[in-house]
């Protein structure tokens, strides 16, 4: 198994210099840069002004030159200077990280709790009253986009009930450490956060219940049941071992959707993490600050997917790669 995760690990080097090198060449196809957008409009600055400053930072440079610069401080720790907030990309991203991280932990983690029973429930007992209803919920799940049901929850439990917070992280006037702190951190938390786990939920239950499904009419399955082993038993230790398999190796692309859909969830309840910073570095053509976010977004989904490899082969020794 360490070799395993070893030599899984060993993989990731490549894949992330390939992912940079992919990242910084299309983030330098981007039309402008942070300097023109900066100062563009403003009559005291003059355009040899700005090729001065362009100059200054290196961006008339070859890119492979930049690129190598930019990888030589990346692999430091060193994400370069902001030119829009004129400060380091790492201390502007350090408190965004965090909130961004914690709202995707909290919708995977509430995507799971909800998805799972509904999986095992509509698997065991297909084309039941209860299978049904999970089913429709599906069908409003996945024909919902979550820009519109992230909308629709912020104005009824935003603005019409009230009973959560409609923007920020938490509320300024509170004392960093204190328990009303942390409570105002969860109650911002959980408008955004149940946003997207209750869209998220759809994927997972529907591959659990086919899963299922399929598993009941294995041999193996029979046999135990042929062998008097109890109903239980055959669904907890055969069953449902076998039918975790799917989720384990679908974990990579939830942190994709999760990281994808933080954006939308961002924007629209002014959560302030990494997806409302990349829009606005965008926008503000701020170079060193877009490519630093793409590329941590990059790296969660490929050690995402390392961990689903990790996961499955914990599950089912056979597929380990030795």
Do not use: C
Request: aromatic share 12%; proline share 4%.
């Amino acid at each position: 198994m360490v070799k395993f995760i070893f030599r899984r690990m060993l993989v990731m080097i490549p894949q992330l210099l390939l992912l940079s090198l992919i990242i910084f060449v299309l983030a330098k196809q981007m039309p402008g840069d942070a300097v023109t957008g900066a100062f563009m409009g403003n009559p005291n600055v003059t355009p040899e002004q700005i090729e001065k400053i362009r100059e200054d930072y290196g961006l008339n440079d070859p890119w492979y030159v930049q690129y190598g610069a930019w990888i030589g401080k990346a692999v430091k720790g060193d994400l370069g200077d902001s030119y829009t907030h004129k400060q380091p990309v790492t201390s502007l991203l350090a408190g965004r990280v965090a909130n961004t991280v914690t709202l995707s932990l909290f919708i995977l983690i509430v995507t799971y709790i909800i998805a799972i029973p509904l999986g095992i429930i509509a698997g065991r007992w297909a084309d039941s009253w209860a299978d049904k209803m999970i089913i429709t919920y599906n069908y409003f799940a996945f024909a919902t986009p979550l820009f519109v049901f992230s909308l629709l929850m912020l104005f009824l439990f935003g603005f019409v009930l009230g009973w959560f917070p409609t923007g920020n992280s938490v509320d300024v006037r509170l004392e960093v450490g204190t328990w009303d702190f942390y409570v105002s951190k969860f109650k911002h938390l959980v408008l955004p956060g149940m946003s997207g786990a209750l869209l998220a939920t759809a994927g997972t239950i529907q591959y659990l219940r086919n899963d299922i499904i399929d598993t009941k009419l294995k041999d193996f399955v029979k046999t135990a049941r042929a062998k008097g082993v109890p109903e239980g038993k055959v669904y907890t230790r055969h069953i449902l071992r076998n039918s975790m398999l799917p989720i384990a190796a679908f974990l990579g692309y939830e942190i994709t959707g999760l990281i994808a859909g933080s954006i939308f969830l961002e924007m629209i309840f002014s959560y302030p993490g990494l997806g409302q910073l990349f829009i606005q570095s965008i926008t503000g053509r701020d170079f060193t600050v877009t490519t630093a976010i793409v590329m941590i977004s990059g790296t969660a989904v490929i050690v995402g997917t390392m961990l689903s490899d990790i996961i499955l082969s914990a599950i089912d020794p056979r597929i380990r790669i030795e």
